[in-house]
């Protein structure tokens, strides 16, 4: 019975716009993740069949208890799923009529002339479906990039040495990897590898986060023993990213205001070996900058709530309509990201933010920052970042496309935006060093690209990085 309820709890928030599919069944809490999330999706899949079969059958007026959303994740396990195997109660109501909705759907499919149930499923036009690499972060507290490496050399995986370009990526095979051109600790895999039940995954060896999500921790670079803040921290990955960088010294501050995600995070950052974190269970926009605690906080990383549609996520087409990208929505969105911003700008002491979202919209990206510029432009600049990367922000102000932009085609990663926003006091020496100091961790193929070009209001052009010879890499320490 409380896979039934779970699942119709997340039809629940994805109707309220509350999060993605993934995130919401990771956050439920149920102890089968796995079996959670085939029954929410298959049932997304079919919502419409669904609906028109418990509206031909009357089922709710004849159910006066039974709410739609369970109705669906009932009548989808009876009728195309694997049979009601549990419910308890609910498997008992619906039982009654097995032979009435069976009936329904065999008329529904002669009315429609298919012969299969997937043939019932009416797609959205949708556009490209991309397949993003599994992109494999290795967690630098607990192990080494050789030891990884040979790990799964000995699991009878080719390793082809340092990717070039993203056609490099494209062209794996299904037992081949690459090191990331960009990240270092990064490594890259046929998009059908799955690795959630592999030992060094579940020993937290291993952290399976997308390239983009990976960028915000990398660009921040906070250095070893120095204090942070995670404004908007859970699920608790960039945290982690951060951990590492730092070495698990210093301090790390991890805000969040969702208690099962914070919860959902300290197991994955106790996987993980953190030990230099203080996580909250706190409103971010309601921490006092002035606390003495966070005085020596120089470095910020803030990821808030966004739109997510940048996401590349197969059940789009099922979830995704016109309120999920309207203009009060975006705009809702842009006031409390604006918000969140003002008030990391206000740490006293802090030098460098980070501002990321996973979203595609211009109101959530360079509208909130050059906002950001014209309230505090005197005090903090936009840092030019890994001006080697090919997709910039849009050219819709003049510091524009120092920020960086990301996407499934040209990047074969989610959509995604960065920035940086750094303090000018004292930047004589800075302003040489930091321009590209992303790149001087890892020297990167292609840095000798032509200026990239942009345009008005659109992204700019993605200049695909020219072949180099194989920077030769530093060993990683453990």
């Known amino acids: 019975m409380a896979l039934y309820v779970k699942a119709a709890a ?3 928030q994805l109707e309220a716009k509350r999060g993605s599919v993934k995130a919401l069944v990771f956050n439920s809490g149920h102890k089968n993740i796995k079996q959670l999330y085939a029954l929410v999706c298959e049932t997304l899949r079919y919502t419409s069949v669904l609906e028109d079969i418990i509206s031909m059958t009357d089922l709710l007026k004849k159910e ?29 109501l619906i039982m009654k009529h097995r032979s009435q909705l069976k009936s329904t759907l065999a008329r529904l499919k002669v009315k429609r002339k298919v012969c299969r149930n997937e043939d ?18 290795v967690n630098l507290l607990k192990t080494n990039m050789e030891d990884v490496i040979d790990y799964f050399k000995r699991e009878d995986y080719l390793y082809l040495g340092q990717a070039t370009d993203a056609d490099h990526l494209k062209n794996l095979g299904s037992k081949q990897f690459v090191s990331d051109a960009h990240l270092p600790e990064l490594l890259v895999f046929h998009p059908k590898i799955d690795l959630h039940e592999n030992v060094l995954y579940t ?20 250095p ?6 995670d404004a908007c921290a859970a699920p608790g990955n960039k945290t982690s990213h951060l951990a590492a960088i730092l070495g698990n010294k210093g301090k790390l501050f991890a805000f969040d205001l969702d208690t099962k995600r914070l919860a959902t995070m300290g197991t994955m950052l106790l996987r993980a070996g953190v030990t230099c974190h203080e996580m909250a269970n706190q409103d971010f926009l309601l921490v006092d900058a002035s606390d003495s605690k966070y005085q020596g906080v120089k470095h910020i990383l803030l990821d808030p709530s966004c739109s997510g549609s940048g ?18 929505r975006l705009q809702a969105l842009a006031a409390f990201q604006h918000k969140a911003l003002s008030h990391a700008l206000s740490f006293p002491s802090v030098e460098r933010v980070i501002y990321s979202t996973c979203s595609v919209h211009r109101e959530e990206n360079e509208d909130v920052v050059e906002k950001i510029l014209q309230q505090y432009g005197n005090y903090f600049r936009l840092v030019n970042l890994m001006p080697s990367w090919p997709c910039r922000g849009l050219n819709t102000f003049p510091e524009g496309p120092r920020c960086l ?3 499934p085609s040209d990047t074969l990663t989610n959509g995604f935006f960065v920035a940086m926003l750094e303090k000018q006091n004292g930047q004589n020496e800075l302003e040489k060093s930091r321009e590209s100091f992303s790149e001087e961790r890892v020297p990167l193929p292609g ?14 052009a993605c200049t695909p990085a020219p072949r180099t010879k194989k920077v030769k890499r530093k060993k990683v320490q453990s």
Request: net charge positive; charged share 25%; hydrophobic share 35%.
């Open 224 to 229: 070893v023993g120095s204090h942070v803040i």
């Open 10 to 12: 997340v039809l629940g």
């Open 311 to 328: 996401i590349v996520n197969r059940l789009n087409q099922f979830t995704d309509d016109e309120d999920s990208s309207s203009t009060q």
């Open 405 to 407: 932009r990301a996407s």
């Open 120 to 137: 019932l499923i009416e797609s959205k036009p949708a556009g490209k479906e991309y397949q993003l690499p599994r992109y494999v972060r």
């Open 447 to 460: 840095s000798d690209l032509a200026p990239v070009k942009t345009f008005e209001g659109k992204p700019a």
């Open 203 to 222: 020993a937290g060896h291993i952290i399976l986060q997308d390239k983009a999500s990976c960028l915000p921790a990398h660009l921040l670079n906070p």
């Open 64 to 92: 006066k208890k039974l709410q739609m959303n369970v109705a669906k994740v009932l009548v989808y396990d009876l009728l195309f799923g694997k049979g009601l195997k549990c419910g308890g109660s609910w498997k008992t």
